[in-house]
């Protein structure tokens, strides 16, 4: 696949009121992504001669829309005829930029009939320099590409990707200690945003398949196979991984969330691997690579998992634990500083109504412990709503095959 069009690299300046300036001063919202601008310049030009006659009325629409999809304590500010400038406090990166586009293809949709995504003009804050703000132009298309809840040809981690390279990496086959022959294929996840509907992280998910009878096993069962047999899955999850690794830099690009064992990580070996893999450089990893421990348990000795998470924060952007549905396996968790917590759907079991129940568990037990709460590996969206319910902020669908083979069948 081609790479596609990506948006040009020059940057635009915008002059600010003194208020905005102001509020903008002080805080790292610019360098969290979190502001951006929006125009309106496609009603302007409809409405040609008469704009100077219907503008309060855009004006006053475009700012019941800013009040439906903003919160009270995030900024929004008209700074020029046709430009709204937005900072928002809970969001950044690819989710800001989704409530951006969200409220523009409102008002172009409703005074307009359509919102064509040349119209979706969209500019992203990066600075703010003598009184003006620094815009670099956003693609509208990867925002929309980036809400499909499936990994698929245009996900916004892909864009660069040379699928051949991609090819080389998966799958992969071994023997463990025990003699049994397996291989592991790579798929993506999308890890969407369950507020604003976008995918603002994308997850490696490791299938391991027993070759002999054809079963997939359960990514919990990995975790009884032997340190050897564990890391030569997680060293191969990292080649992988670095495939996608200049794909995921920034905070306009979904995040890659890389899951490896807590055993492997845990050992220097394992995190010389982490940081010696070709293609996963130091600033790679820290631009926008997060480590996913797969292993946490109530067993998992709490002062070795502190130091552990650590050391790992220090290298990656960050690190998410996954954690069964056992609320005391999110104690030793309190004082780690992780950036998400995780479920695993294929450690539900048992009727739906017990389902559920976990996952209420889930929500309120994780509450507090990190910013993000994921629900990952479901196997249809209707959970999506229960993730909701539960208070999570994250929900991903099971890939149940390479995107290779979907593309084939």
Known sequence: MPPETQPSDATERV???APVLQRLTGNDLVARGSVNVISIKAIRQWAGEWWSQKRGDVWTYVELKLNEHLDRQDMRARISDSEFLIAMN???GLAAQATSVRILEDVLTHLLGAASPMDLGIRSVIGVEGGEAV???IDAATVLAARARRDNV????????????EGRRTPVAFTTAGGAALRVDFTLEHVVNLRRNVTTAVRIEPMVTHLATGRQASARALTKLSDRDVAFIDESTL????VFARSAQGP??????LPASFRTLGTQRGRDLLTGTAGLSLALLRGGIQIELVDVTRGTPAGRLLEVVGLLRALTRG???RVPPDKEALRVLRDARLAGLALDASDLTGEAAKIAMDIMAFGRDARGLA?????QGLPQEGYFAAAETAGLTHASLRANYPLAKQAAA
């Open 371 to 375: 910013p993000m709460n994921i629900l």
């Open 15 to 17: 002059a600010l009121p």
């Open 135 to 137: 815009c670099r132009p």
């Open 90 to 92: 809970n969001d950044q």
């Open 252 to 257: 306009n690009t979904p995040e890659l969330i």
């Open 154 to 165: 245009r996900s916004p981690v892909r864009v660069s990707v040379d699928p051949a390279d």
């Open 239 to 242: 080649k992988y991984a670095a």
């Open 319 to 321: 690190v998410i634990a």
